[in-house]
């Protein structure tokens, strides 16, 4: 397994608040991601990046930002946070287009807005 | 844009039956397409993937999986359910020409095992 960690892996938090969570991979992964879980809706894409501060927007990334400062680390930030945020945060990492599109996951992170 | 399609958010099946879960993708190229396996309270596990070689992909815990490119399906099969195959499963796509390697999920299904 990629050593992908994720932390907080819980927060609970008020609206209006800014929340950091954090991606941190052993694996030397050229590509990170950060995807959102919801029921009935899978996993969805938020944010990704290609190389340190290459980053990219997925398919839901209004209210969220992110930045690569290391290839280790993959950061995604609510800066406000909202009720709709409420998810649990999957960071995924992979080798490139080199190799056959397999993605590793991390535990995931579960955030509570209030 | 790719799409993923899994029909049934829940099934329920008999240990010893057969499981099957259905998959269905858009995809303008050649895909890979991936079976993944959420247990409770964890992260998305690999079951298998299919990257053009062979049609027929055997994964872990019994499971394979068929590409068929008429059908644009990649539906997951076990002859025999066990209890621990409770989970949820998500059938995911990947453009293999598109920058980003970006995987995109299906719904997922949630799959209950019945004593």
């Known amino acids: 397994d990629a050593g992908i960690t994720q932390s907080p892996r819980h927060k609970v938090t008020e609206t209006g608040t800014p929340v950091t969570l954090r991606c941190h991979q052993t694996e030397n992964h050229r590509y990170m991601y950060w995807y959102r879980q919801d029921p009935g809706h899978g996993l969805r894409l938020i944010h990704y990046s290609y190389g340190v501060k290459d980053t990219d927007k997925g398919e839901v990334s209004d209210g969220y930002s992110v930045s690569r400062s290391k290839t280790e680390d993959f950061l995604l930030t609510l800066e406000s946070a909202t009720s709709s945020q409420t998810s649990v945060y999957f960071c995924?990492?992979?080798?490139?287009?080199?190799?056959?599109?397999?993605?590793?996951f991390g535990e995931g992170s579960r955030l509570t807005v209030l | 844009a790719q799409s993923v399609t899994q029909l049934g958010s829940h099934v329920s099946v008999s240990e010893g039956a057969l499981v099957l879960l259905r998959c269905n993708y858009s995809?303008?190229?050649?895909?890979?397409l991936f079976w993944y396996v959420q247990y409770p309270n964890q992260g998305l596990q690999l079951l298998l993937k299919y990257t053009s070689a062979a049609t027929l992909v055997k994964g872990i815990n019994g499971f394979e999986a068929e590409f068929k490119k008429s059908e644009t399906s990649f539906h997951l099969t076990k002859p025999s359910a066990h209890m621990s195959d409770a989970a949820e499963y998500f059938c995911?796509?990947?453009?293999?020409?598109?920058?980003?390697?970006?995987?995109?999920f299906g719904g997922g299904t949630r799959v209950l095992v019945k004593p």
């Open positions: 995809s303008s190229v050649p895909p890979y």
């Open positions: 995911a796509v990947s453009d293999r020409e598109a920058a980003g390697n970006k995987l995109t």
């Open positions: 995924a990492t992979g080798p490139g287009l080199a190799a056959t599109g397999e993605l590793f």
